[in-house]
């Protein structure tokens, strides 16, 4: 409990210089319901809970994993990745997995339960309900928009090198946060998802959304996806290119749908946010 307490207290005195809202008391906004428990720079990182409503009384009782690297951030702080996790996992499973790498790579790694996540899923989190507004929701967008805050409550990130990743139904996610918020992201990443119209109850990133997207955009896909056909995928590229957006589309030939941990997928994320400036 001690080391809790003191991570805790850490990171709110960290958080005060921060040039995020402040309430009366002068206390970051964000940081009147954020709870983070653990070492996030230890291994395994550290969880958080998030308690809060925001002025469009949007209702937050959400949850995921924070990983920080050693050492000292430039002056204007660590570069930053938001995960999203596929259906069956949860914000632990990608941190414990793609957090801990890009963490590697000097990266803040922050990921946070969706609405299909696995066990680890309390019954009561919102916005949205376990086994509903899937993928590309309005409820799992704000989930994924509420990290933005509270990377920048922390004090250590730089806010204009913010990078997003996810795989499946996050990647899913991962196209629907671009579409609504692409001025805050430098570059996004996904494998495995696209653009399907007919299958938005499922999660796919709707046309509208797709069209809203400005950021640097890279895409990865295996040939022989049954899950998510390489067909969405390609039809999001079209969208991109269509539009004038930079973007990438990695096709990986007899490659079914679990292409998210392959070596090459991995090196030529990195490589694109060194392209983009995120590292």
């Known amino acids: 409990m001690a080391t809790i307490l003191k991570t805790l207290t850490l990171f709110l005195a960290i958080a005060t210089i921060t040039s995020c809202n402040k309430g009366e008391d002068n206390t970051p906004i964000i940081n009147k319901g954020l709870t983070i428990e653990g ?7 550290a969880t958080w809970t998030y308690q809060g409503q925001d002025p469009d009384g949007t209702i937050y009782n959400i949850k995921g994993a924070l990983l920080i690297p050693e050492g000292l951030s430039s002056q204007t702080g660590f570069p930053a990745v938001i995960l999203n996790h596929a259906t069956g996992g949860s914000a ?8 801990q790498r890009m963490r590697d790579w000097g990266m803040v790694a ?5 609405t299909h996540a696995g066990n680890e899923l309390i ?4 916005p949205g309900s376990f086994g509903n507004d899937l993928g590309a929701s309005n409820a799992n967008i704000a989930r994924a928009h509420k ?4 990377l920048s409550s922390l004090g250590v990130v730089d806010m ?3 990078a ?8 899913l996610v991962t196209g629907g946060l671009a579409g609504k918020y692409s001025n805050l992201l430098q570059a996004v990443s996904h494998t495995a998802g696209g653009v399907d119209e007919s299958r938005l109850d499922d999660g796919f990133i709707s046309p509208v959304l797709a069209n809203n997207i400005i950021v640097p955009y890279q895409l990865h896909h295996g040939s022989d996806d049954k899950v998510v056909p390489l067909a969405a995928g390609q039809r999001l590229a079209d969208i991109l290119e269509n539009n004038g957006i930079e973007h990438e589309i990695w096709v990986y030939d ?26």
């Not at 070492?39 to 990182?45: C, H, I, L, V, W």
């Not at 922050?110 to 969706?114: E, F, P, T, W, Y």
């Not at 019954?123 to 919102?126: K, L, P, R, S």
């Not at 990290?147 to 509270?150: E, G, S, T, V, Y």
């Open 164 to 171: 997003a990743h996810g795989h499946s139904r996050g990647a």
């Open 160 to 162: 204009n090198r913010i």
């Open 39 to 45: 070492d996030p720079k230890s291994q395994e990182g």
């Open 123 to 126: 019954e009561n989190e919102t």
């Open 147 to 150: 990290c933005f805050d509270i």
């Open 92 to 99: 632990l499973s990608i941190a414990t997995n793609h957090g």
């Open 110 to 114: 922050i990921s946070v339960n969706l």
């Open 254 to 279: 007899g490659k079914k749908h679990n292409i998210a941990s392959l070596p090459d997928v991995l090196t030529r994320i990195k490589s694109w946010y060194i392209k983009h400036g995120v590292l």
